[in-house]
């Protein structure tokens, strides 16, 4: 019988070496390939690389308690009306808070025709037409490199985090001084290009990983 236990014994080892190796194989072909995520990267900046200032409904109305309080309007319309992007005049505007009502003179700023080349639709993929909802859009992404992920998640819809430097192809104006100053976002935006990383989830599907932004 000792035999037939050495035996075993060499066998159980064996068995866990070659499952050992099955699943090493299997995580290796699980692995991506460092570009395997170019092309989704690619897809998600074409639908989504706009930077956009949340500036939707036009025109902007800048009351004086606005001003007062240095708001955001109150502060970067007037850089926007230096650089010929809005125009402006003065209104008198009627107010309802409650018990409060009544009229009070605003400054009203208006999109010149240079202004109005940066007004993109709410799909952010062409200028915006009839009715459509748009924003004020001033630079677009892309894709410079992808730095790293995370492990892909188990399971029939593996699922990781992609990290990635950019480009950006931003509106001339941005270079000035004051611009930069009353958008600070942006500012950093463009200091960090090539060289800050942005993240964004995806997707293993059947046509390539995907955002799951976009699903």
Same mark, same amino acid.
């Given at each position: 019988?000792?035999?037939?236990?050495?035996?075993?014994? /060499?066998?159980?080892? @064996?068995?866990? $070496?070659?499952?050992?190796?099955?699943?090493?194989?299997? *995580? !290796?072909?699980?692995?991506?390939?460092?570009?395997?995520?170019?092309?989704?990267?690619?897809?998600?900046?074409? !639908?989504?690389?706009?930077?956009?200032?949340?500036?939707? #409904?036009?025109?902007?109305? =800048?009351?004086?308690?606005?001003?007062?309080?240095?708001?955001?309007?109150?502060? !970067?319309?007037?850089?926007?009306?230096? @650089?010929?992007?809005?125009?402006?005049?003065?209104?008198?505007?009627?107010?309802?808070?409650?018990? #409060?009502?009544?009229? =009070?003179?605003?400054?009203?700023?208006?999109?010149?025709?240079?202004?109005?080349?940066? +007004?993109?639709?709410? #799909? !952010? /993929?062409?200028?915006?037409?009839?009715?459509?909802?748009?924003?004020?859009?001033?630079? &677009? =992404?892309?894709?410079?490199?992808? &730095?790293?992920?995370? /492990?892909?998640?188990?399971?029939?819809?593996?699922?990781?985090?992609?990290?990635?430097?950019? *480009?950006?192809?931003?509106?001339?104006?941005?270079?000035?001084?004051?611009?930069? *100053? =009353?958008?600070?976002?942006? /500012? *950093?935006?463009?200091?960090?290009?090539?060289?800050?990383? +942005?993240?964004?989830?995806?997707?293993?599907?059947?046509?390539?990983?995907?955002?799951?932004? $976009?699903?």
């Amino acid at each position: 019988m000792k035999p037939a236990a050495y035996l075993l014994l /060499a066998v159980i080892p @064996l068995i866990s $070496l070659v499952s050992f190796g099955a699943q090493a194989v299997s *995580r !290796q072909r699980a692995e991506p390939d460092p570009h395997a995520f170019d092309a989704g990267v690619k897809a998600y900046l074409a !639908q989504k690389g706009h930077v956009c200032l949340a500036k939707r #409904n036009w025109p902007i109305d =800048v009351a004086p308690d606005e001003e007062r309080m240095k708001q955001r309007d109150a502060v !970067q319309m007037p850089v926007l009306k230096k @650089l010929g992007l809005v125009s402006e005049t003065r209104v008198v505007a009627h107010f309802d808070k409650g018990k #409060n009502t009544g009229e =009070v003179v605003v400054r009203r700023f208006s999109l010149t025709r240079e202004g109005k080349k940066y +007004l993109l639709s709410q #799909n !952010q /993929a062409a200028p915006a037409v009839g009715g459509r909802k748009a924003d004020f859009c001033v630079a &677009t =992404v892309a894709l410079d490199k992808v &730095t790293g992920w995370s /492990a892909p998640s188990q399971g029939p819809r593996p699922e990781t985090t992609v990290r990635y430097t950019y *480009r950006v192809k931003a509106a001339p104006w941005l270079k000035d001084k004051d611009a930069q *100053r =009353v958008f600070p976002m942006v /500012a *950093r935006l463009l200091a960090g290009e090539r060289s800050f990383e +942005l993240q964004e989830r995806f997707v293993r599907t059947d046509k390539g990983w995907r955002a799951v932004d $976009l699903m």
